[in-house]
Nanobody, 126 residues
Framework: QVQLVESGGGLVQAGGSLRLSCVAS????????MGWFRQAPGKEREFVAA????????YYADSVKGRFTISRDNPKNTVYLQMNSLKAEDTAVYYC???????????????????WGQGTQVTVSS
């Protein structure tokens, strides 16, 4: 079992930056693959970025590639999402997710993640 708590969301102008954090409880964080997803009003939850348990594999949605960076600090039980050059269409609730049984083929699939945080709101004004 792992519990996830996101933070770092807020209101930012287009072109600005935010860094989201997701802190996990438990002593086995380093064995979990981690993902970030987002859900805008009236839309389905979608994949944003993911990172393998050892940081050895990084995955991004095409819409954020080159602007967002996912990273993790295993001793701190934390995964980050650095978001630069934000656009109005990045406005959403951002969720982090975890699972210990992922493969490279499933890292982008939200249905494969067993553990989810409560989300943090990101609003980008244009």
């Amino acid at each position: 079992q792992v519990q996830l708590v996101e933070s770092g969301g807020g209101l930012v102008q287009a072109g600005g930056s935010l860094r989201l954090s997701c802190v996990a409880s438990g002593r086995t964080f380093s064995s979990y693959d981690m993902g970030w997803f987002r859900q805008a009003p009236g839309k389905e939850r979608e994949f944003v970025a993911a990172i393998r348990w050892n940081g050895g594999g990084l995955y991004y949605a095409d819409s954020v590639k080159g602007r967002f960076t996912i990273s993790r600090d295993n001793p701190k039980n934390t995964v980050y999402l650095q978001m630069n050059s934000l656009k109005a269409e990045d406005t959403a609730v951002y969720y982090c997710a975890a699972d210990s049984r992922m493969t490279s083929a499933t890292m982008r699939s939200l249905v494969e993640y067993d553990y989810w945080g409560q989300g943090t709101q990101v609003t980008v004004s244009s």
